[in-house]
C-alpha cells in the first residue's frame, strides 16, 4: 500500500482554526457580498438584517457572517447537489457582510426555498450562518428561519434545540417594512443564540 | 449531547480530534471572555444544506491578486518571500479551486486599516491583500514580503508573532477555514495566547511554515511551505 493511500485509510487532522482578528477587512472586504441576490433573481425578495451583541450586550463593530441558502426552489449552486444544482440561475447563494460601528449587519437576498433533509423529509427555509470575530478562535455555525415558515413546526434541526431557545434561531418581521426580517445575535446573555456544533 | 449523526442516518462529515482545534472560551486570550458561547452547542446533523457550498471561479480573481508586491507602484519595503503550499482534504485528496483570502501586516508590523494604531509606518506600496484558488492538485503560491511582529493589548508587553491570515473555502460550507500561518523559530510563539489556544502541540506546530530550498529563488527571496488540511465531504455519495 503507498504512503498516500494509507493516509487516506488514517486520514489527515484537519488544520487549527485562528481567530479573523480585527482587520480581517483587509482580506474579506473584496468578497464582500451583501446583496446575495439582485433584482434578476427569481424568488420573493427579502431583507435579513440584525445585530451581533457581545456578553455584555455590547454592540460588535468588528464581526462578520456569513450566509449560505438554496435558491426559490430549494437548489443549491453548488455541482455537488446534483441532479438538481440551482447553477444557471444567477444565484450563487453565498453571502458575507460585515458589522457596522452600531454592531448591525443587513444581507439582501431571496426567501429560500425547502430543502431535503434526514430521511428526506423537508426542512423549512433556512439560512445557514457562520459568524467570525477578534475573539472568536473559531467560527461559530447557526441558522436563521423564517416565521411562519412552512414546516417550522417540524423540522428536523429545530426538534433538536431545546423549545425553549427556538426563538433565538428563527428571525422577527419588521412591523410596517414588507419583506424585512430582524435577526440578532447574542453570543451570550439570557438570550444566547443556539450555536451548533457542526 | 445525544445525537450522532451517524446513528441517525445522516451523511457525516469526520469531526476534529480532541485538542486539535481551540475552544471557543480561552481565557488567556482576553477577547473570548466576552464572546465565546456560553451554552453547549446542539449537534448539527449534516443535510444538504451543511455538504454543499460556494463554488469559486477563476473569473473571481485579478490579475496581482496572487502578488502582494505588484499591487502599487512600486515594491513594498522588506523580505520578499514565497508561501506555497497544498491544500488537501482530511480523506488525503487535493482540494481543488479552494478559494484562499489571505491579509497580513507590513514589514513594520502595521496593517493597513483604520483601527490599527500601533505607531509603526505605514507602507504606500502594500496593502496586504491577496487571494488565489487552487490548482488540480490542490496547489497554491502566493508572493509576499514578511510580516512584522507587532504589540497588542491581550497583556502587559503582548506581541503578535509574525503571521499571515488564511481564510479557505473547500468542498461544502462546513469545511470553512479560517487560520494564521507562522513563521518558524519565532519565539514570540510561546506566549502567543491566540497559537497557544490550540493544546495539542503538534496540531500547533502545523501552523508554523517549514523554510524550503526548492521554492527559494536566488538573489530574489525565501520560500516557505504551508501546507493546509480542510475538512472535506465524506467520501461516501451525498444523500438526496
Partial sequence: ?198 | MAHDPQSVGLPGLRRPSAGAQPEYLYPPYASSIKRAPTRPLILLPHTLAEVTGPVFGYDALGPTDNDLTRQHSEEPLGERIFVSGRVLDVYNRPVRRALIEIWQANSAGRYHHKGDTHNAPLDPNFTGYGRVLTDDEGRYAFTTIKPGAYPWGNHHNAWRPQHIHFSLFGAGILSRLVTQMYFPGDPLLRDDAIYQSIRDECARERLIARFDWPTTIPMTGLGYTFDIVLRGRDATPMEQ
Fill in chain 1, 1 to 198: 500500500m503507498s504512503q498516500d493511500d494509507q493516509d487516506a485509510l488514517d486520514g489527515l487532522e484537519m488544520t487549527g482554526s485562528q481567530t479573523v482578528g480585527p482587520f480581517f477587512r483587509i482580506g474579506l472586504e473584496p468578497l464582500f457580498l451583501p446583496v446575495v441576490a439582485g433584482p434578476e433573481v427569481r424568488g420573493e425578495h427579502i431583507t435579513m438584517r440584525g445585530r451581533v451583541l457581545d456578553g455584555d450586550g455590547q454592540p460588535v463593530p468588528d464581526a462578520v457572517i456569513e450566509t449560505w441558502q438554496a435558491d426559490a426552489d430549494g437548489h443549491y449552486a453548488d455541482p455537488a447537489s446534483a441532479p438538481t444544482p440551482g447553477a444557471g440561475t444567477g444565484f450563487t447563494g453565498f453571502g458575507r457582510a460585515p458589522t457596522d460601528d452600531e454592531g448591525r449587519f443587513s444581507l439582501a437576498t431571496i426567501l429560500p426555498g425547502r430543502v431535503a433533509g434526514p430521511d428526506g423529509a423537508l426542512q423549512a427555509p433556512h439560512l445557514v450562518a457562520l459568524v467570525f470575530m477578534r475573539g472568536l478562535l473559531r467560527h461559530l455555525v447557526t441558522r436563521v428561519y423564517f416565521p411562519a415558515g412552512p414546516g417550522l413546526a417540524d423540522d428536523p434541526v429545530l426538534a433538536l434545540v431545546p423549545a425553549e431557545r427556538r426563538a433565538t434561531l428563527i428571525a422577527r418581521p419588521v412591523a410596517g417594512e414588507p419583506g424585512v426580517f430582524e435577526w440578532d445575535i447574542h453570543l451570550q446573555g439570557a438570550d444566547e443564540t443556539v450555536f451548533f456544533d457542526a
